[in-house]
C-alpha cells in the first residue's frame, strides 16, 4: 500500500503517534535504585540505541553513520553501536551493573580476534570502563533499536532525541554529557583527597557519627557517617564552611548523588564555596618511624631501586607530606646503593635530541649484553614503553642471534626499526630483517649514546646483579638472578615515563592517548636535554669542527 504523506488523516495519526511514544506509560523516569537496559542495533546507515527499565523505555537515541563508518562490516557496525549508545547513556550507566540487548554477537567477535587493529583496541578499553551483562535476541524481537537504526537522515547529520523533551525541568539535572559538566555539578579530581586542606568523607553505618582530624598540622578532615534516617541536608549546613574548596570522597554513589542535588539546589549559589569529589582514599602516614620502614621495605623489595621510583610506587598507596624528602634522604645514606652504583652522568660533548616513538614497537634497540665472563644475553628494550626482554644466548653466531630475534617477534610483535651497534652487523642478519621488512639503524662505532637506551637497560640490569651478589643470603644462579632483575625492571615504575613497562604493553593505550603520551615524552626529553646541555657547559660539535674530542 502506498501511503500518501500529503494525507491530512495520515499526518494527524503520525503526529499522535510521536506523542504517544514521548510520553507516560511509554516513556518513563528513570529510576536509579532498578537495573537499567541497553538496546542497540545498526543498519547500513544509522545507528539506534533505547535505555529501558522493566522493558518501559526511558530515552530513545540514533544517529547516523559518516562516511568511513558506512564502509564498516556488520559486526563492526553493530559493535559501533554499543561503544557509541554506552557513551551517549553514560551517566545513566557508569559505575552500575546493567544488561546490553543485541541481535548479533559483537563482543565475542571482537574477543577472539588475535590483532585487532588500533580502532578495535579503543573500542574495547572504552568498553572496559562499563560493567554490563550482555544478552543476544532475536532481530525480529529487536523492535526499537531496530526502527531507530533505519531512520534515514539526509545530509548524514547525527540526529537524536531532544532529551529536554522527555523529561520535565525538574529531572533534567540528572541528564547531562559525560564529556561537559553542568555549572553547577559537582567536578571530579584525579587527586586522591589526602593532599587537599579541607576534606569531607562522607559514607554509610549503622550509627551516625561525625569525627573531625586535624593531619600535619594544617588539613582538616570531617568523616560523617550517615543511616538511611539522616538529614543529610542538615549535616551539610552543619559541616560545610563558608567559603573554600572542600574535596569529598564518598564511595557511595546513591548517597553522592543525593549529596549533590542538595548541593544544587542549597549551595551552588555561593560562589565562595566551591565542592569537588575525588574517588581516591591513601593510607595515611603521620608516623616518621612507620614511613621509614615503608621506605625500606620498597627499596628491598625493588632491589635498590632510585630515588623517583620508590616515590612513585608509595605514592600508589600511602600518603605522607614530605615522601620524597625522606626517601632521598634514605637511599643517599644506603650503604649497598653506595657501593653498587656509580656516577652516571660523565662530561661529554653536546647531547641531541632524538625522536620519540608514538607507538610500541615503532623503534626497539638491541644489545648483546655480557652479566659475567661466558655468559651473554640478546637484550631488547621498546623506546616508547621502555619494556625489556633478555634470550640467553649460547654463542654469538648468527644463527643464535636471529632465533632470539625470532623469539622476540613471536611475544611481543615485529618491530619497524631495529636499533645496535656493529656486533650485529652480518650479512645474514642484515638479510633476516630486509625479509621481515624490519628496518636497520646501526649506531656509529665506539658511541654508545647511539644505543643508550639498551646501554642504560644493561647498567641497570647490572646494578641489580651486584644487588643480588653483595646479599649473603642469595645462593640463585645466575640464570634466575636475570630473570629476577629484569622481571623487577619490567614490574618497576619508570622514572622516564612514569609507568610500569609491563601495564603498556598489557593495556595498550588508545592511538590518540599514546600520541600525546609520547608528545608528553618528547618534551619532556627536549627539557631534560636542554637543561644538561646548558647546565654541564658540554660542548657543541659544531662549535669546534677543526679540534678532536673524544666520545
Not at 632524538?354 to 637484550?379: C, S
Not at 612514569?498 to 593495556?507: H, M, Q, T
Request: net charge positive.
Amino acid at each position: 500500500m502506498k501511503i500518501n504523506h500529503n494525507d491530512k488523516d495520515y499526518i494527524k495519526a503520525f503526529n499522535k503517534l510521536k506523542e504517544l511514544i514521548k510520553a507516560d506509560p511509554i516513556l518513563i523516569h528513570p529510576d536509579f535504585n532498578k537495573a537499567f537496559t541497553l538496546v542497540t542495533d545498526a543498519s547500513n546507515f544509522a545507528l539506534g540505541a533505547a535505555l529501558l527499565q522493566t522493558d518501559k523505555v526511558i530515552s530513545y537515541a540514533s544517529r547516523s553513520l559518516n562516511g568511513h563508518e558506512k564502509n564498516y562490516s556488520t559486526v563492526e557496525k553493530e559493535l559501533l553501536a554499543i561503544v557509541w549508545a554506552t557513551k551517549y547513556f553514560r551517566p545513566y550507566l557508569f559505575g552500575r551493573h546493567f544488561t546490553i540487548k543485541t541481535d548479533h554477537r559483537p563482543l565475542i567477535w571482537l574477543s577472539n580476534l588475535k590483532e585487532p587493529n588500533a580502532k578495535l583496541q579503543r573500542w574495547k578499553i572504552k568498553l572496559n570502563e562499563f560493567d554490563f551483562d550482555i544478552n543476544y535476541i532475536k532481530g525480529k524481537e529487536n523492535v526499537i533499536a531496530d526502527g531507530l537504526s533505519r531512520l534515514n537522515y539526509e545530509n548524514n547529520n547525527t540526529a537524536e532525541v531532544n532529551i529536554n523533551e522527555l523529561f520535565n525541568d525538574d529531572d533534567i539535572d540528572t541528564v547531562h554529557s559525560a564529556e561537559t559538566d553542568s555549572t553547577y555539578y559537582i567536578k571530579i579530581t584525579e587527586n586522591a583527597i589526602n593532599i587537599f586542606k579541607n576534606q569531607l568523607i562522607l559514607q554509610r553505618a549503622q550509627r551516625q557519627t561525625i569525627t573531625k582530624r586535624i593531619l600535619y598540622k594544617k588539613k582538616i578532615r570531617n568523616t560523617i557517617n550517615v543511616t538511611p534516617e539522616s538529614d543529610i541536608l542538615k549535616l551539610m549546613r552543619e559541616n560545610l564552611p563558608e567559603k573554600g574548596l572542600v574535596v569529598v570522597y564518598c564511595p557511595d554513589d546513591k548517597l553522592f548523588l543525593q549529596f549533590q542535588e542538595l548541593y544544587i539546589k542549597f549551595f551552588a549559589n555561593n560562589a565562595k564555596l566551591k565542592i569537588m569529589k575525588s574517588n581516591i582514599i591513601l593510607r595515611d602516614i603521620t608516623d616518621n618511624g612507620e614511613i621509614l620502614t615503608l621506605i625500606e621495605d620498597k627499596h628491598l623489595e625493588n632491589n635498590h631501586r632510585g630515588i623517583n621510583e620508590i616515590t612513585e610506587e608509595i605514592r600508589k598507596t600511602h600518603y605522607y607530606p614530605k615522601l620524597q624528602k625522606e626517601i632521598q634522604k634514605y637511599i643517599n645514606n644506603c650503604e649497598i646503593c653506595n657501593k653498587a652504583k656509580f656516577d652516571r652522568n660523565p662530561i661529554k660533548h653536546s647531547l641531541n635530541i632524538t625522536a620519540t616513538p608514538k607507538k610500541h614497537n615503532e623503534i626497539v634497540h638491541f644489545d648483546i649484553w655480557y652479566p659475567q665472563r661466558g655468559v651473554m644475553y640478546l637484550t631488547s628494550i621498546d623506546k616508547l614503553t621502555k619494556y625489556a626482554t633478555a634470550k640467553s644466548l649460547k654463542d654469538r653466531t648468527w644463527i643464535s642471534i636471529i632465533n632470539a630475534i625470532k623469539e622476540r617477534i613471536q611475544y611481543l610483535g615485529k618491530p619497524e626499526t631495529l636499533v645496535t651497534d656493529n656486533e650485529l652487523d652480518t650479512v645474514l642478519i642484515k638479510q633476516f630483517l630486509k625479509d621481515n621488512k624490519i628496518n636497520l639503524h646501526l649506531t656509529t662505532t665506539y658511541n654508545k649514546t647511539g644505543n643508550s637506551d639498551v646501554e642504560r637497560l644493561h647498567s641497570t640490569l647490572n646494578e641489580h646483579l651486584r644487588m643480588f651478589n653483595d646479599d649473603g643470603n642469595n645462593t640463585d644462579n645466575m640464570k634466575e638472578k636475570v630473570f629476577k632483575a629484569i622481571t623487577a625492571y619490567n614490574n618497576t615504575i619508570h622514572s622516564t615515563i612514569k609507568k610500569r613497562p609491563i601495564d603498556l604493553i598489557n593495556n595498550l593505550l588508545p592511538e590518540q592517548e599514546l600520541i600525546k603520551f609520547a608528545e608528553t615524552l618528547q618534551k619532556q626529553k627536549e627539557d631534560i636535554i636542554n637543561n644538561i646541555n646548558r647546565k654541564e657547559n658540554r660542548v657543541d660539535i659544531q662549535d669546534f669542527q677543526n679540534k678532536y674530542i673524544k666520545n
